[in-house]
Nanobody, 120 residues
């Protein structure tokens, strides 16, 4: 059974930083792309970022480009989302996903979500 567990969410002031982690188990981590999505209250879930199996290909939503950095450590079965210069509009539940990326990311398995709150 594939399982994704996020950690690292919390409350931060505007301009601050947080790093989310997503640790996967149940299948070979390096065979799959990893992605991050977010869902703010009352809004639809939206794409944030994705990284292919090798880390060679990375995509970002325009809203986070230049502020967020996605990475992965295949030896640790973990993907990361470093979030910098956070804004109140970044407040959301953040979900990691595992899937394919050819060329766009398609999620297959979801994590349980991590809450991120950015205060003004």
């Amino acid at each position: 059974q594939v399982r994704l567990v996020e950690s690292g969410g919390g409350l931060v002031q505007a301009g601050g930083s947080l790093r989310l982690s997503c640790t996967a188990s149940g299948r070979t981590f390096s065979d799959y792309a990893m992605g991050w999505f977010r869902q703010a209250p009352g809004k639809e879930r939206e794409f944030v970022s994705a990284i292919n199996w090798s880390g060679y290909r990375i995509d970002y939503a325009d809203s986070v480009k230049g502020r967020f950095i996605i990475s992965r450590d295949n030896a640790a079965n973990t993907a990361y989302l470093e979030m910098n210069s956070l804004k109140p509009e970044d407040t959301a539940d953040y979900y990691c996903a595992q899937g394919t990326m050819s060329p766009t990311f398609r999620p297959q398995v979801w994590g349980q979500g991590a809450q991120v709150t950015v205060s003004s």
